[in-house]
């Protein structure tokens, strides 16, 4: 019974610090998020609204993003251009970045009233 309670505890503690690896630090987001900055914004609302809004989408929806653009699943020569880069921590930060941001009062409201597409 002992050895087993050993071995429970000791897989859980082990898939918990694997998910922690793998996990994606914000502070160090903000740190390699500079070429993003150009068309998304700093906080992940750009300007000119023919770019995606980052702020506040899912971690993990960013991460399979930046994954699909840098092997090509999907296709846009400008994004695939900034990811190539990229290490998977990397991929990892920049999605917990952009994931921890707001998105500002009105900015969907707006973007419907004028007609574009938020998705």
Known sequence: MYR???VTATLILGAATTSLAW???PRA???KMQACIACHGETGVGDDEQYPILAGQHEDYLYHTLK???TGERD???MAGQVANLSDQDMRDLAAYYAAQDVEDGVFTTRINRGVSID
């Open 4 to 6: 087993k309670t050993i």
């Open 68 to 70: 699909a653009y840098q």
């Open 76 to 78: 846009d020569p400008i």
């Open 23 to 25: 996990a994606g630090d």
């Open 29 to 31: 987001g903000e740190q």
